[in-house]
């Protein structure tokens, strides 16, 4: 392969793997009520094919990038790509609206190993600053294009073909994306040393899955509901149990810190109002 194209190769690698990630939490929203008929599936039933991916995701990213620095980071990222599109497989054939949930679990999961490994394999690909600085910029502009793309692929897809196919798509990007990573790029370091933090993993997972859950037994039991009311307490109860955690841990999975960056703090608002 010549030069520039072994330059571009990891960007490519890395950038195909997170626009996956990040198409799937939008491409998912139009096949919604096609599933619903088609398998079929309740309110809550279609409520967890969308969140049940975006919970698994937010609450393993942590416990991703902890074990990309334990294990090495082009290892994690080639499971993750491995995992979610095998998933993406599974979720293409489920039978079913339950297996279909089980399959989307686990896509998220796969997504949450990609995300962090892909900045870390950028950062070791593209020492210098410059280049370095042009990665990550086009990292970070793949999140707005599959966030825009995913409804009108979509509503393509479902409308052609069948929203089987929404998942189907991630299989050639997924196989392209794992060969590209394991020829160009380089192995990474490993620090044994790294500590995955079990108290502070656990408790963001307890508190983004009791968050989900009561969100969306709201729409059906309605805000004052007991059983909602108590998932948002356990909820604000395992966040501060992690603030907590990680102001006394010696290696903090989040140092507290980064918080009051602005390019930190603008990055998660920016996530936040992103079209779901």
Do not use: K
């Not at 993750?80 to 339950?98: E, K, M, R, Y």
């Not at 909820?235 to 960056?261: G, K, T």
């Amino acid at each position: 392969m010549p030069p520039e194209q072994r330059t571009w190769a990891p960007l490519l690698a890395v950038c195909a793997g997170y626009f996956m990630v990040i198409l799937d939490v939008t491409v998912i929203n139009v096949a919604v009520p096609v599933v619903g008929r088609e398998l079929p599936a309740s309110l809550t039933g279609i409520q967890w094919i969308t969140d049940g991916y975006t919970l698994v995701f937010a609450g393993f990213l942590l416990t991703g990038g902890a074990l990309g620095d334990r294990l090495g980071n082009r290892r994690v990222f080639c499971w993750g790509v491995a995992v979610f599109t095998a998933s993406s497989a599974a979720c293409a054939l489920a039978p079913g609206a339950a297996f279909l949930v089980v399959a989307r679990l686990v896509e998220g999961l796969g997504a949450a190993l990609i995300v962090p490994g892909s900045l870390a394999l950028l950062q070791q690909a593209y020492p210098e600053p410059e280049a370095r600085s042009r990665a990550f910029g086009l990292w970070g502009s793949m999140a707005g294009i599959a966030a825009s793309a995913g409804p009108l692929l979509g509503g393509l897809l479902v409308s052609t073909v069948g929203w089987r196919w929404v998942f189907l798509i991630n299989l050639p990007v997924g196989a392209a994306c794992l060969a590209l990573t394991l020829r160009n790029v380089a192995r990474s370091p490993r620090r044994a040393d790294r500590a995955l933090d079990w108290p502070a993993q656990v408790a963001v997972v307890a508190a983004v899955a009791l968050l989900t859950a009561a969100l969306n037994e709201a729409g059906r039991r309605g805000w004052s509901d007991p059983v909602v009311l108590t998932g948002l307490g356990l909820a604000v109860l395992s966040a501060a149990a992690f603030a907590l955690r990680e102001r006394l841990a010696r290696s903090p999975a989040l140092p507290l810190s980064l918080l009051h960056s602005r390019a930190m703090s603008g990055g998660a608002v920016i996530g936040l109002r992103r079209p779901r």
